[in-house]
């Protein structure tokens, strides 16, 4: 079965650009939440999708967004970036039996 | 809000040695869940051991066992017959209701682990 996958792996963006990171779950699951992790410390939650709903927020400016569709991928999107923005963005897929299954992770750099 | 803290920023253990990474954490809920993820240079966040707060029973999987002392709020993790593998960061996190029936997690700031030869 194949593991919660995210793309791109890289990126480099330049302050004041958009950027839109994707996240496919594990088959079955419905749930997705997304993570920022800046280097040196521990992830913090960003976003939780529910049935393409937004069910949880973090304290995160407005410039983050995020959506779920209906095959349950989701893409978090942030916009106007700042160099603080640098960071490993981790998606993770929930289900009540399994719990967290995070994937890889999509390392952002903003120059 | 729930905090995490891990006290020890790195530490090391030779390999088949025994070491402890220590955890505790801040909350008034009764009722949660504690996690152990490893992260290796590959970056993806790997669970390692989960502990059911109404448990009184310290969790265990093969070399990676738990001490968790709700009552202190803290949750230890030790790892048995350390192995080169081993080597990686640690994040100890604790899952808080968020409403309705959804849920986050809160991390600490890791512990490298370094496995000597």
């Known amino acids: 079965d194949a593991g919660v996958t995210q793309s791109p792996t890289h990126l480099i963006k330049t302050r004041g650009q958009q950027v839109t990171l994707r996240c496919s779950p594990i088959s079955g699951h419905k749930s997705v939440s997304w993570y920022q992790q800046v280097l040196g410390q521990g992830p913090q939650f960003i976003f939780q999708y529910y049935e393409k709903e937004e069910r949880g927020r973090g304290n995160f400016p407005d410039r983050f967004s995020a959506r779920q569709f209906p095959n349950y991928s989701s893409e978090l999107n942030v916009n106007a970036l700042l160099l603080g923005d640098s960071a490993l963005y981790l998606c993770?897929?929930?289900?009540?039996?399994?719990?967290?299954?995070f994937g890889s992770g999509t390392r952002l750099t903003v120059v | 809000a729930q905090t995490v803290t891990q006290s020890q920023p790195e530490m090391s253990v030779q390999e088949a040695e025994t070491v402890t990474l220590s955890c505790t954490y801040d909350t008034s809920e009764s009722d949660y869940y504690l996690f152990w993820y490893k992260q290796p240079p590959s970056r993806q966040m790997i669970l390692v051991i989960r502990q059911e707060a109404y448990k009184q029973q310290n969790a265990t999987e093969n070399r990676f066992s738990v001490n968790f002392q709700k009552a202190a709020k803290s949750f230890s993790l030790k790892i048995s017959d350390s192995q080169l593998g081993d080597a990686a960061m640690y994040f100890c996190a604790y899952r808080s209701f968020i409403g309705g029936s959804n849920y986050k997690l809160t991390f600490g700031k890791g512990t490298l682990l370094t496995v000597n030869p």
């Open positions: 993770a897929s929930t289900s009540p039996l399994q719990g967290y299954t």
